[in-house]
């Protein structure tokens, strides 16, 4: 009789004990899900409070990335190359090329096979670069000196003018109109027929390192052109 009493005994007690375990392991899955959703209903709370809170910082943004686009503004570069292959592409195929630069000598080296492309294709550039021992030079060289020191504006308008008549002589078919400014102007402008680059200048950060703006079709390109074309207009020949 104990030879039957005992194993149902047993099989009664593990069948309770895996009863309460089962349990316990669902109560625990139960409530890791619980506490699961609460964070996932927290978070999303969170965001919503987030969106509706932030609203108007959204729609500001988004009004911002508008007039950008509205006024021709391409893309912003931090700090950008001047020798990328968008800006090569486009001046080797360019027809008018307008540079206004204090000197250039880097950026004219590091593209010079797309300039001498472009003026073996016919294309006209029009460049007027600072003149040397003017003011404005010797403003910007007392505003880099502390992080160029070695940086003389004058020995680099004296290479990039260099470059551009050597290009002149082995490039017949194009033509290369240098002109020099004195004024205090803060701005790089480079305009490749329906592109610009504009570049405001903050002494002593080289220009190479600040913000610059592509420009496609737009107000802002028309403005950079207008400004371009005057002051061309108002400087004597070199």
Known sequence: MFDIIIPV????????IGYFFNHFLTVKKVRRIQDNLNKENNLLNKLVEYKMTDVSLLENKLKLISTLEDNGVDIIIYGWSQSDDYIKDKIKNSHKIKILYTAGDIFFSLNMESFKKALDNGAEMKVILATKNSMYVKET????KEKHSNNDINRNITKAVGELEHWIKECPKGKIIIKHFNTQFRANIMIIDDTAYYTPLLPPRHSRHSLTFRL?????LKDCSDHFDRL???LPDS
């Open 232 to 234: 061309f207009e108002l």
């Open 216 to 220: 496609k079709k737009g107000r802002v």
């Open 141 to 144: 060289m007392e505003m880099e």
């Open 9 to 16: 005994v047993g099989a009664v007690i593990s069948g309770i």
